[in-house]
């Protein structure tokens, strides 16, 4: 039987990582991959700075590779890892989701946000999440698979061409954050990560020459990545969920934390902290009757204090309700109060303006379910 004749569910590409990329290399692994394919060496640098500097991966737009060779390289060196399935806009076009989908039919999203001062990109690290935090979109349909390193910059290489190309309002500008806040535990797929992170933040043609203070990891808590993380010797902000301050109550939020307790994350953040000097952004999603007590603030507030110091921010997210989900958001004057609260114990405290929910694209609501 021919495969012509297969029905389609064999056709179906099977789930995998995708084929190796240029931003999965370093410089040196690209010459050495440029090589191999019989090509000057110095072919790895003029793609590097199409792509990292140009943001292309069009080999037929590159006048100074051969002709001849520009097929090859980029087969091999720029396969295409990421369509658009759609875009979303919102805030009157200031954010945009993007539903996109991967060589193997996997699909991922990620948010563009443009404010006044920068424009900051959410992006995906895993497609899923095996995390399964119950108030989170993502983590009631698992993990599918890890993104490569590839998958995660060209998210970030596709936003900044985005932004470039003044594709949402205020004209032409330039990308200038990254949160790993999208889809995913970025910790859970580590080297990838941060392999992205350096292509994200090295100067072109190495990468795309973003600062390392603009750029955010936030993770559920996984403290022995976090104790690794601390030795990679970067300065990007790490954010951890923290969403409760007592281990009875962050057991069921953040189940991971059976595994990893509340001091033992924060003690690893607070390595994290003295180590890069930078403050710990401790994320918060405040729910309506589950996290939102006074005392709750009070202990977090505590807490904070004695074992981050001035290393401490509180980022309060305002809990975006999932679709058949029963948690909700606490009213406004029970935030102030959980705000104010937590200030009074002298830790930094602040609330997370809440971009994109009209089109699901907020914290916790990236789902990818219509992919
Ligand atoms: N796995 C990483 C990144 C996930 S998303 C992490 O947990 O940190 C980034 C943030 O959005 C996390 O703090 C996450 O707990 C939060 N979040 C998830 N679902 C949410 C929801 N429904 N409303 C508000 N914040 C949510």
Same mark, same amino acid.
């Given at each position: 039987?021919?495969?012509?004749?297969?029905?389609?569910?064999?056709?179906?590409?099977?789930?995998?990582?995708?084929?190796?990329?240029?931003?999965?290399?370093?410089?040196?692994?690209?010459?050495?991959?440029?090589?191999?394919?019989?090509?000057?060496?110095?072919?790895?640098?003029?793609?590097?700075?199409?792509?990292?500097?140009?943001?292309?991966?069009?080999?037929?737009?590159?006048?100074?590779?051969?002709?001849?060779?520009?097929?090859?390289?980029?087969?091999?060196?720029?396969?295409?890892?990421?369509?658009?399935?759609?875009?979303?806009?919102?805030?009157?076009?200031?954010?945009?989701?993007?539903?996109?989908?991967?060589?193997?039919?996997?699909?991922?999203?990620?948010?563009?946000?443009?404010?006044?001062?920068?424009?900051?990109?959410?992006?995906?690290?895993?497609?899923?999440?095996?995390?399964?935090?119950?108030?989170?979109?993502?983590?009631?349909?698992?993990?599918?698979?890890?993104?490569?390193?590839?998958?995660?910059?060209?998210?970030?290489?596709?936003?900044?061409?985005?932004?470039?190309?003044?594709?949402?309002?205020?004209?032409?500008?330039?990308?200038?954050?990254?949160?790993?806040?999208?889809?995913?535990?970025?910790?859970?797929?580590? /080297? #990838? @990560?941060? =392999? &992205?992170?350096?292509?994200?933040?090295?100067?072109?043609?190495? *990468?795309?020459?973003? $600062?390392?203070?603009?750029?955010?990891?936030?993770?559920?808590?996984?403290?022995?990545?976090?104790?690794?993380?601390?030795?990679?010797?970067?300065?990007?902000?790490?954010?951890?969920?923290?969403?409760?301050?007592?281990?009875?109550?962050?057991?069921?939020?953040?189940?991971?934390?059976?595994?990893?307790?509340?001091?033992?994350?924060?003690?690893?953040?607070?390595?994290?902290?003295?180590?890069?000097?930078?403050?710990?952004?401790?994320?918060?999603?405040?729910?309506?009757?589950?996290?939102?007590?006074?005392?709750?603030?009070?202990?977090?507030?505590?807490?904070?204090?004695?074992?981050?110091?001035?290393?401490?921010?509180?980022?309060?997210?305002?809990?975006?309700?999932?679709?058949?989900?029963?948690?909700?958001?606490?009213?406004?004057?029970?935030?102030?109060?959980?705000? /104010? #609260? @937590?200030? =009074? &114990?002298?830790?930094?405290?602040?609330?997370?303006?809440?971009? *994109?929910?009209?089109? $699901?694209?907020?914290?916790?609501?990236?789902?990818?379910?219509?992919?």
């Amino acid at each position: 039987m021919s495969s012509k004749s297969l029905p389609l569910v064999f056709d179906a590409p099977k789930r995998g990582m995708p084929p190796r990329h240029l931003a999965d290399l370093s410089g040196e692994q690209r010459r050495a991959a440029v090589a191999e394919l019989g090509e000057k060496p110095f072919r790895a640098r003029q793609l590097a700075q199409h792509y990292f500097g140009r943001l292309t991966s069009d080999v037929e737009s590159m006048s100074d590779v051969p002709a001849a060779s520009r097929q090859r390289l980029g087969q091999e060196l720029l396969p295409t890892l990421l369509t658009t399935v759609h875009n979303l806009d919102t805030d009157e076009g200031w954010t945009r989701k993007t539903l996109w989908r991967a060589h193997d039919g996997t699909t991922l999203e990620s948010v563009l946000m443009r404010y006044p001062d920068r424009a900051t990109v959410c992006v995906s690290s895993q497609a899923g999440c095996g995390m399964a935090c119950p108030f989170c979109a993502t983590g009631q349909g698992g993990l599918q698979r890890n993104l490569s390193t590839a998958e995660i910059v060209d998210q970030v290489r596709l936003s900044a061409a985005m932004m470039r190309d003044g594709d949402l309002p205020g004209g032409p500008g330039r990308l200038s954050n990254v949160v790993f806040m999208g889809m995913g535990e970025p910790l859970a797929n580590y /080297r #990838r @990560v941060m =392999e &992205a992170v350096h292509r994200i933040c090295d100067p072109a043609p190495e *990468g795309l020459g973003l $600062a390392q203070r603009s750029v955010t990891v936030s993770t559920v808590g996984l403290a022995p990545a976090i104790r690794r993380m601390t030795e990679e010797g970067l300065q990007v902000t790490l954010a951890v969920s923290l969403h409760a301050p007592d281990d009875e109550l962050r057991d069921t939020l953040v189940p991971v934390n059976n595994r990893w307790k509340v001091e033992e994350v924060l003690d690893a953040a607070r390595g994290y902290a003295e180590h890069t000097g930078r403050r710990v952004s401790v994320e918060y999603a405040l729910i309506r009757e589950m996290n939102d007590h006074p005392w709750r603030a009070d202990l977090l507030g505590k807490l904070l204090h004695r074992r981050l110091g001035k290393f401490a921010h509180v980022n309060v997210i305002p809990l975006n309700p999932t679709p058949g989900s029963k948690w909700d958001a606490s009213p406004k004057p029970v935030e102030r109060e959980f705000v /104010r #609260r @937590v200030r =009074e &114990a002298g830790v930094s405290c602040t609330v997370r303006d809440t971009r *994109g929910q009209e089109i $699901a694209a907020a914290c916790g609501q990236l789902a990818a379910e219509n992919g």
